[in-house]
């Protein structure tokens, strides 16, 4: 009987493992198939019988993506600067005012709490596709009201980057606030600490593993947003994002497969890069704060 639990017990763990084989397979292929599609020559791109692992590596698509020899007046460094710009101060501001926030939310009570909660959840649930028109209307007519550059410039998109971001991220950050016990503020406080020692000392570290997960997904729906970007900045191709240079390699006639996988490539790069100096806050997050000994 203890042999039929064991072989049962192992047979369950083998199918376990091999379902879970499966889904990352599932998931990591497409990601592999850039990167070998970005590694091959173009010959080898078109044939009729594709080979799952390139004949013959070359950089010569990686190449012709830096170089920016196929986009004429402009260059895979300036969209690289452009998004970087527009996505980080996104990202930086949309977490310092998501944290004082959430701060606000789960801390403190004031009328209309209740319903400022249910909007930020009903916002969040509004596809930017749907306001896109309004958006662009609404900041062309304030732009011209004062006398600012809001369309074909990159503080339109910062700012709807940013009112984007904001209601999830005000979400998934108060949940971490409410999940810290009062008791250890209140502690604080008896021990003589001041406000803004509490918030940095106790509360912050505790918050910092919500912090990241927030910033994350900030920072990948700025990175990787077109429609916003191609919409706003449709006249000003010197402020043009990575996204919207992708479709320079869409010609009328041909698609240069190998340079679109090449800058999809370098295009995840500085998203894995973010991602693990993050995570790598998320983990000491856990173990800093008010309860390490």
């Known amino acids: 009987m203890n042999d039929l639990y064991r072989v049962r017990r192992i047979l369950g763990r ?15 292929f497409p990601v592999y198939w850039v990167l070998a ?3 091959r020559p173009t010959g080898e791109i078109f044939t009729r019988e594709p080979t799952l692992l390139p004949g013959e590596l070359t950089l010569e698509h990686f190449e012709r993506v830096l170089s920016g020899v196929l986009i004429p007046g402009a260059s895979f460094w300036s969209f690289l600067t452009n ?26 009570r ?18 930017v596709e749907a306001l896109i028109i309004s958006l662009f209307v609404n900041f062309f007519h304030l732009g011209r009201t004062l006398d600012m550059e809001l369309v074909n410039n990159l503080s339109g998109v910062f700012v709807v980057y940013v009112a984007v971001a904001l209601p999830i991220t005000i979400l998934m950050i108060r949940n971490f606030v409410a999940a810290v016990p009062k008791s250890l503020e209140e502690a604080a406080a008896i ?18 593993p919500g912090l990241g997960a927030a910033s994350i997904f900030a920072f990948i729906t700025a990175w990787n947003e077109f429609l916003v970007a191609f919409t706003f900045l449709q006249n000003n191709t010197g402020a043009f994002t990575l996204p919207i240079s992708l479709q320079y390699y869409f010609g009328a006639v041909s698609v240069e497969w190998g340079s679109i996988m090449a800058a999809s490539t370098l295009l995840t790069v500085p998203v894995m890069i973010f991602f693990l100096f993050v995570q790598r806050r998320m983990v000491s997050g856990l173990t800093m704060g008010a309860v390490k000994g």
């Not at 083998?14 to 990591?28: D, I, K, N, T």
């Open 37 to 39: 599609t970005a590694l």
């Open 14 to 28: 083998v199918g376990l493992y091999a379902a879970a084989l499966a889904v990352f397979l599932f998931a990591v």
């Open 110 to 127: 004031f009328s209309l709490r209740s319903a400022f909660i249910m909007m930020l959840m009903i916002i969040q649930m509004v596809p």
């Open 83 to 108: 998004s970087l710009i527009v996505t980080v101060g996104s990202v930086t501001v949309a977490a310092l005012v998501s944290l004082l926030a959430a701060v606000a939310v789960a801390r403190f």
């Open 191 to 208: 021990d003589g600490a001041s406000g803004w020692t509490i918030f940095w000392r106790i509360l912050m570290p505790l918050v910092a």
